[in-house]
């Protein structure tokens, strides 16, 4: 059985610990922290820090099927430290997870209108300019049709603000 996973805050450091074995972050080096959406009453929170990453969650697994809630003191651990990475960590970024519709569609466009000039270069070194300017046209339509969507998809989550986490993402 693997041992449990104890999280918390020492002095200035956040530490994890596992058995016998300990990690230890300055709360001042911590770059971001993204909140999961709740599954379940389930929570959980990513820390990156410049030397690794640590998830925190607020239920521990007893067995199958089966997990303690340990909501309480992962809320009170939880706000304790984005209090203290507010005053040592202001860069810090506190966010929810999720990839906003917005950012996926400029990727979408991004990779498409970099297809389109691939497929024009090599038909082009194939001898076969016509039909890849054909197939490229079609595909430089279909970037216009999605630009036009844009406007209408809701731009990223802004950041939280550590000082006054929402009620929603913590107990």
Do not use: C, K, Y
Request: without cysteine; charged residues 15%; hydrophobic residues 55%.
């Amino acid at each position: 059985m693997r041992p449990e996973t104890v999280w918390r805050l020492e002095g200035d450091d956040f530490v994890e610990q596992v058995g016998r074995r300990q990690r230890r972050w300055p709360v001042s080096s911590l770059l971001a922290a993204r909140f999961a959406a709740p599954i379940g009453g389930r929570r959980a929170v990513s820390l990156r820090f410049p030397r690794g990453r640590v998830l925190v969650v607020s239920h521990s697994w007893a067995g199958p099927g089966r997990f303690e809630d340990r909501s309480a003191g992962f809320s009170t651990l939880v706000r304790a430290l984005a209090l203290r990475a507010a005053d040592s960590a202001p860069a810090a970024r506190f966010t929810t997870t999720g990839v906003a519709a917005q950012d996926a569609f400029i990727w979408a466009v991004a990779l498409l209108g970099g297809g389109a000039a691939a497929l024009v270069l090599f038909s082009m070194t194939a001898g076969a300019a016509a039909m890849g300017i054909a197939m490229a046209a079609r595909m430089v339509f279909l970037l216009i049709l999605i630009f036009a969507v844009t406007p209408w998809l809701t731009p990223a989550a802004p950041a939280l603000n550590p000082r006054d986490l929402p009620h929603g993402i913590l107990p």
